[in-house]
């Protein structure tokens, strides 16, 4: 005989179970075929309820007057269950296909929460009748705080800066979850940014959390030894300013009436640090 362990996949408790209360009227019950429809920002299932009899001589039950009646929907996590659809195929044996329907839950000890110990679960009155025929659509409402999207920013990052240049492009992916697809991050900067050499630190969020971590670009070995490459002088720089460099030519020009005179000397090239090694 197969049992659960002799399943390669082994699901675990992959299933909502849905809870029905019939009203209290004289004709509530219903001998129709139902067909539920469980709706969810990741999907939905389905499934075909029989309420009526299976043999002349043998009634299910189902669905009577005043009483509870439950299903179990076999699905993956839909996130956050927006709504049930109920459909009455109508027929039935001896008729009485029309349902009174009074109250509906939804719980699941996998994708919401164990009942027995939280009680958590999607709930909603219809107080109606769902006529042979037709179809009612149920919204459904928690009656629990949901969870809000987690944020996961990744480590410290350092990078060498791009060759002949004082900064490096960086591209990096906080991770969310949250109960719907919908869940993104905002980082600023953003990912693909060019980033100075330094540290720079990074605020990813979503919702109300909020995370961060450092991005350092840092000079590779090569250009710390040559020191010659195009460099961008720190604004706290106290050198005096640089002749920038075009083509391999120097270009010339005034010295700003508040700084003194360039000397004779030949100036030094501002490297990305403030020690920078001398030529």
Not at 7 to 26: H, S
Not at 69 to 92: C, H, M, R, V
Not at 228 to 242: E, F, I, K, Y
Request: with cysteine; aromatic share 8%.
């Amino acid at each position: 005989m197969a049992t659960r362990e002799d399943n390669p996949f082994k699901p675990e408790l992959q299933a909502y179970g849905l809870e029905f209360y019939t009203m209290d009227t004289g004709s509530a019950g219903t001998n129709a075929d139902l067909k539920f429809k469980l709706n969810g920002c990741r999907g939905s299932s389905e499934l075909i309820y029989n309420t009526g009899f299976v043999h002349p001589t043998y009634s299910t039950g189902r669905m009577e007057a005043n009483q509870a009646d439950w299903a179990t929907i076999p699905s993956l996590n839909l996130g956050k269950l927006t709504s049930l659809e109920i459909t009455n195929f109508g027929g039935g044996f001896l008729g009485a296909p029309d349902w009174d329907l009074g109250e509906v839950s939804v719980a699941s000890a996998r994708w919401i929460s164990p009942t027995f110990l939280f009680n958590e679960k999607y709930t909603a009155t219809y107080n109606n009748t769902v006529e042979a025929g037709h179809a009612a659509k149920i919204d459904l409402h928690a009656n629990f705080n949901l969870p809000l999207p987690t944020i996961e920013c990744p480590a410290p990052i350092t990078v060498n800066n791009a060759p002949g240049k004082c900064n490096a492009v960086v591209n990096f992916a906080p991770k969310v979850e949250g109960l719907c697809p919908d869940v993104t991050a905002e980082s600023k900067p953003p990912s693909g940014s060019i980033f100075d050499v330094g540290t720079t630190n990074v605020s990813s969020t979503r919702a109300q959390r909020r995370r961060g971590f450092a991005v350092v670009p840092a000079q590779s070995d090569g250009e710390r030894r040559r020191g010659t490459a195009d460099r961008v002088p720190r604004s706290d720089d106290r050198r005096m300013p640089q002749a920038p460099r075009r083509h391999g030519r120097r270009l010339r020009r005034s010295p700003p009436t508040t700084v003194p005179p360039p000397s004779r000397r030949r100036p030094r090239l501002a490297a990305c640090s403030r020690s920078a090694p001398r030529r």
